[in-house]
Structure formats: C-alpha cells, structure tokens
DNA sequence: CCATGAAATGAAAGCGCTTGCAGTCAGGGT
DNA sequence: ACCCTGACTGCAAGCGCTTTCATTTCATGG
C-alpha cells in the first residue's frame, strides 16, 4: 500500500479555505479563531486525517511538552512504581515521559541525562545525589529546570521531593534496640554511588553509637538489591560474625532474602532472630510474618515530582525541598531480643 | 545567574571560523570534513559549550531516534524488566525511549498511543493484541514501525515477539493433570481487555478439555494482579466452590498470594494443594517452596523487540514473528493429587 | 608549471509550525 | 453617510539544523 505523505497543516487550511495561521490557532489558540471558522477548519482535520507534527510544533514553540526521567534500574519495584505514577501523572497535563535508566552506573547517567537534554525534555527528573559533576552542570547549564527524588538536598542547592534515609534507618535501628537488640547485623545496598544506601546504612550506625554501641565491619555485607543475593549475605554474615540477633536489610528484598534464608535454616523469627527492611513493597505486608520496615511512598514521590516540574514551568513557585513521610510500619518479623544467647544456641 | 542563551550550530561554525554547513558535517558526517577543519570545530564546541537542539535536527531529519512504548502498568514487575531492557538497547545504539503507560485502559492506550506518534516516534512498541481498532489505525496510517510484544498475532498482521500463552497454560496444567489433579481452579488475571490473561484462561480450559475435563465457571476468579488480591480469591473459591486439590494462578503474584493463603490456613502445598503461577518473578524461585510457573523471558522480550524495531528503521528486513520459550519450571509447590479427598479434608 | 578531477566547503532552500504585526471587515456612535 | 473600534484573519519571518548543488581548493600527472 503506497502511503500518501501525511497531510501538513498547510493542507488542512486549503482545505477549509483560510490560511495558515487561521489554521494553527484554530487548534491550538481556539478562541482567537471564530466558532464558523474553526468548525471548518475541525472538519478539514477529520476529513484529511491530520496529525500535529510535534517537532515542527516544537521547534517553533520552544517546548516539548515533554519530561526526561534518569533512573536506577527501573525494573526494581520501587523505581517502577514511581515511574508509573510520573508517566501518569504527567499524561494527565498532556506531558510525555522520556525515560532512560541504567546499573548505578554515573557514566551512563550522565549520558542519558545530555541525551534527554539535547532532545529537549522541558524539565528533568534523577535519582538522589550522587552524579557526576557534568551532570548538574549539563542540567544548570541548560537551564533545564530539574527535581532530585529520594534524597532530601541539605545544601538546598537543588529542587528535590525525597525523605531522610539516615533519619528513618535511625527509627528502625531504634526500634530494634528499643526491644533489646544488641548485636545487630546489616545487609546494606552497594553503596557507591547510592547515597540511599550509605544513609541508610550510617543511620545505623549513628543510632547503635547514640547507645554507645558499635556496628563492626564484619557485622556488614554491601549486596546488589535482590532477595537471593539478601539470602546469600545472611549466610555470609552467620558464617563470619554469628551471634547477632537481628538484621536489617538495605531494602525489602534484601530483607526478605535474610528472612527466607532464616526461615530455611530452622531459624525462628522473629523469636531468634528479627528481621527488618525498608521501603515496604506489597510483598512485606503479605509475607506471615509481616515484614517491619520503612514505608516509602515511591509512587507518591514521582507522582509529586511530576506536579511540581509541571508547577514550574507554569512559572509557579514550589518550596524547594519536599520532605515526604517514611514511617516504621512495624510487624511481624521483630520482636524481642531473645533471653539467652543468640543463635546458633 | 543571567543565562545566555545557550549557543547555536551558527555560533559555533562562526568561533571555527567555518559556515553553518561544514559545522553541521563535522558533526554529524566527520568523514566529509578534513581532519583540520574538524578539528577545529569540535574545539569551538568545547569552548561554546555547544549542545545540539535535537528538535531542529529532528525536523530537518524527518528522525527523532526515539522509541515510543506504550504499557500496561509499568509497575508490574514483568513489564519493568521489560522496559529497562528496552531502554537499554535503544540507548546503546542512540535511541531515547518515550514511555507511556495505563491501567489496562484501551482509551488511555489510545491516547498514549497518538501522543506519542505526534512527538515523532520513530518506532512504536505496544503490548497484547487487544486495542481500540483507531489504535492501529493511527500507527498504520502514519507509517511509524510498530512491534506487538508478550502475544502472538495468529494472523500474522503485524510484527510481534512474544509467546503462546494458550500453549504455555496448556503445559501448566497438564502438568497438573500429569500429576493426577483433576479438581482444578483458576485465579485468572483480568481478562477483559487483555488478550494474554484470556489466553492463559482458556488454556487450561482446552487442556482439561482434550482429557475429557471441565473447567466449572465457580472454579474461575478473575482477579488484578497482585499478591493480596490473590489471596483474597483463593478464599472466595475455598467458600465458593471447595474440593480442588490444584489451583493455577494467572501470574506469579496471583499465585503467590494463593500460596501464602493456603499456607495461612494450614493448607499444606503441595501435600493437600498444589499451586502454579505464571511468569517467572524472582521470588518464585526463592519462597519455600518454589514456586511452579512458566518461565516468561520479560527482560528478554524487551529487548529484542528494540532490536528488531533498529534493525528495521535501518532498513533490513525481520520475521515477522518472533516466538520466544516459554518453558515449564516445574519447583515445590506442585505435586501428586492427594490421595483421599481434597482439602477441607 | 598548468590542466584536471576529486575532495572539501559554502550558499541557500527547506523541514512544518507558531506568532508578531498589519490588514480587513462588520457594527456602533454621531 | 463616515470614522473608529475591536475582533478576526493573513502575511511572512522565524525556530536551529540538514542537505542539495554549485563553487572552491588541492594534490597530481603530464
């Protein structure tokens, strides 16, 4: 089947007898053009099939009606659901998502993010803080507005909609200690070039030494996030430095990971061992026992991001840092501290 | 902080001291340009801070090197793999991936669809077979490459990679069947709108069917995916219709949910009840016991339909079908019917 | 040292749409 | 009947880059 060139605007307005630009408001300005007019010009749309061509439309406009996203690995659940939530939320104003993602890798990052830039995303969102230095500058430079999600920017040098990840490693360490945990192990994420995940992990720290306790080295394994490299670092751990009776995982599938491999092992939890993870997805409300962990509203936090790029480029005003709620959800998996010594008995 | 606007092609082949032409072929077609002028140019790029307006070069180019994919929820674990995998191969070889994603909404698709065809997408990727018919028309009409992905167009109509998800249900339960069940319930997908969860439905219809079998309407849930609401249909069939020893779940997370219930209640899988999902998800190869599914190869398919879609914007030709393995994993949550009568005993 | 064809460069015409500015036209005031 | 106003509409100049075609440059062979 030949296809005939698609029809321009031009033709459009041939067809309904006005002129090029009488056609070009008429769809996108319709109140400047009169209601005979635009009927006519509505009716040569329909009939020649016309479809805007958006480039065209940009190049004039300056504007792509369009968002770049530079995320983690998008297939781990959390960065999926915020994905799916900014995608939405930005079709909603007519917005399209420009999506790349990478390994925790800043060299690909910053690639994507000149990639997004050059094609001229109107606003941009990353992931936390750890970038190359290109990277913000590409972004400056451009004048690109941008928002950090996940981290909170303490220098408030930069827009972002995130949370304290120290602040709620510090309520989950708490709460283990707060039961009597003494001897606490830690299944962190690989940390370089996640500043997540070296939060997270010093929030730790920081609330064992707030009690005077130490969190010793071997007490610490950095795993890629995944239920069975979580089920591989809690074998490490017990082989290396046993006697702790608790763990708390980087994220929930390292968490659940520690959980499954207990579990396989005859280890009771939370009885022997109590286990906790954190960002909450589904699976760690619907595992017996609950998993305790953080709740972080990931949807909730593309989702916001979107609003406030859109905010922006309307020329409204955001505060600059949005602080969203990461609470303890605790459930099954901790419990008490248990009486004698740790296991292995 | 006054930002000058950011400078131009024009700006650049005037600091090389060179015209507009040969700084867009340094650029662009180095080979056309001698080593010196070239040279030159890339310096004035370097010094300019130079970063080419993509829309310009995409109006003059009639490409965007972008790809538009429109899913279903991206949140869904399988089609994250999926789309992370896309948008590495297309960044591998220059391409930017214009993401849209729904809620299983045909209109929505729609919509997605023609936003992203107006934006100049040079390739479409869309899932499933079930759209709105202007779907189609729209990407038929304006001649933009198009790969359906996860199902099999029959008719051979359009370009897809994907499976047979009426033969890999088929494998399930014979499997199931193999093993003496013969009271089977179903917790199926959504099926309106959703070609693969209708297929995998009937699959298991003809599979009991061609052993002289029926599939009870009461034995069938349909139900979103997730893992809580598979819970709770795996309890309305136990109220609703009792008496099968093998339930089969229309995804993994469907059937984990099936799982956790039936263990929950003290059910014992796969002593009293056997349990099979679809997909593939990490965690079913991870809970105790494994869970039986098929293996869904998401990553794998996201990826080679952003093959094929470069392999066709370059001109060659490709199958037009691209059927990938869908193999049975047969772990712990499947076994022998129950001898006596099934559960409640 | 000059002619000669190939290689490199430049001028200019788009790509399809938006938009500032000027022109047109109908209707109201006087 | 005439001028003015305000609402529409049309003209044409871009938006920033690519690419055709003509022109210039350059290295050779005679």
Partial sequence: MPRTPSPRLVDVARAAGVSLATASRALSEPDMVRENT????????????????????ALATRRTRTIGAVFPPVDNPIFAGATHALAQELAAAGYTLLLASHDYDLDAELAATRALVERGADGMVLVGLDHRPETLAVLERSGVPYEITWSLDGAGNHHCVGLSHRGASIKVAQHLLDLGHRE?????????????????????????????????????IEAPFSVARGREAFVKLLERAPGFTAVIGGNDPLA?????????????????????????IELAGELPPGLTTIRVPSAEIGREAG?????????????????????????????????GKAWPR
């Fill in 256 to 280: 659940i990971g520690a959980l499954l491999e207990a579990r396989a092992r005859g280890i009771d939890v939370p009885g022997e061992m109590s286990v906790a993870g954190f960002d909450d």
């Fill in 38 to 57: 635009r009927g006519r010009v509505q009716e040569a749309v329909a009939m020649l099939g016309y479809v805007p061509h958006g480039t065209a439309r």
């Fill in 184 to 220: 606490i192990a830690v299944i962190a994420g690989i940390t370089n070039n996640n500043d997540r995940a070296r939060e997270r992990l010093s929030g730790v720290r920081d609330a064992l030494a707030s009690r005077g306790l130490k969190l010793p080295a071997k007490r610490v």
């Fill in 307 to 339: 609003r406030r790029l859109l905010a922006r480029l309307e020329g409204k005003t955001v505060p600059r840092v949005r602080e969203m709620p990461a609470p303890l959800i605790a459930r099954g998996t901790t419990g008490p501290a248990p009486k």
